[in-house]
């Protein structure tokens, strides 16, 4: 296995025009529910929307609607995967909340539970499209999350990793990947929630997954700095994604090493 899909996040609709501007090329496209983009870019491929966690737990300390609501919404956007509303384990998140990661961890179990009930009884259209999350900080703590989830038969077919978008943790987050790619059988893939491009250029963990996304292409942007339009900033911060990530994926392919890729 290994990366077979890249989903660009889109906030606002800036971001929007700027991959809209690629037409007729296709891209995958993650949306937060928290910011609910609105329309969806024309050249969509796949989209997968992300619950919003960080951003409602980091402003409200909890999901503010129903999980109904949360469905329909997913419904209406004709989402290919949508991930479970689970309880990220950033540390600025739980300082926020006074929670710890077990509880986090067994609310977000608590809600995959309540959300497959849901789709069970009155969603059946959106059950292969439901993404478990494993959450948690340190590998211990994922694997024991991952065993949980087995023995309750929670495992679905695109599991997502939570709480993996930090910097200067290179090695952790890699180890991390790795260890729970070989704890699961290969016909579930794994998706890295907002992962670095400097774990991507790893090959074993290229290799352990199945999607990744991220919103790193927006960030820099700078109306201050540049004076020009904030969609062709974002437009030429863009191509130069799809450059780096075609380069690697050809390194990848490649057996090529990470000084190579480099």
């Not at 290994?2 to 971001?15: A, D, I, T």
């Not at 478990?132 to 694997?143: I, M």
């Not at 997502?160 to 910097?167: A, E, F, K, M, T």
């Not at 670095?196 to 996304?213: E, I, N, T």
């Amino acid at each position: 296995m290994m990366v077979e899909l890249f989903f660009f996040g889109v906030g606002e609709g800036s971001s929007r025009k700027a991959i809209e501007s690629f037409a007729p090329r296709k891209f995958n496209i993650m949306i937060n529910y928290a910011s609910a983009v609105k329309p969806i870019p024309k050249n969509v491929n796949k989209l997968f929307v992300d619950s919003g966690g960080f951003s409602f737990f980091f402003k409200l300390r909890e999901y503010p609607d129903s999980h109904e609501k949360y469905l329909e919404f997913v419904l209406r956007k004709n989402a290919d995967f949508f991930a479970n509303r689970d309880y990220p384990c950033e540390p600025e998140v739980l300082r926020q909340t006074g929670r710890t990661v077990r509880e986090n961890q067994l609310k977000t179990i608590e809600n995959q539970i309540a959300i497959q009930d849901l789709i069970d009884d009155q969603y059946p259209e959106l059950k292969d499209r439901f993404v478990a999350v494993l959450q948690g900080r340190t590998l211990k703590e994922y694997l024991q999350m991952l065993d949980e989830m087995k023995n309750q038969g929670l495992l679905t077919r695109l599991i997502g990793i939570g709480s993996v978008c930090r910097r200067g943790q290179e090695r952790q987050i890699r180890r991390i990947i790795t260890t729970l790619r070989a704890e699961l059988p290969r016909k579930y893939g794994l998706h890295a929630f907002g992962v670095k491009f400097s774990v991507l250029k790893y090959k074993d963990v290229w290799d352990a997954l199945y999607s990744a996304d991220s919103l790193a292409y927006r960030y820099g942007i700078d109306r201050v700095k540049d004076p020009r339009p904030i969609p062709e900033q974002i437009r030429e911060s863009l191509a130069k994604w799809i450059n780096r990530l075609d380069a690697l994926a050809t390194a990848h392919s490649n057996q090529m090493t990470l000084m190579e890729v480099v």
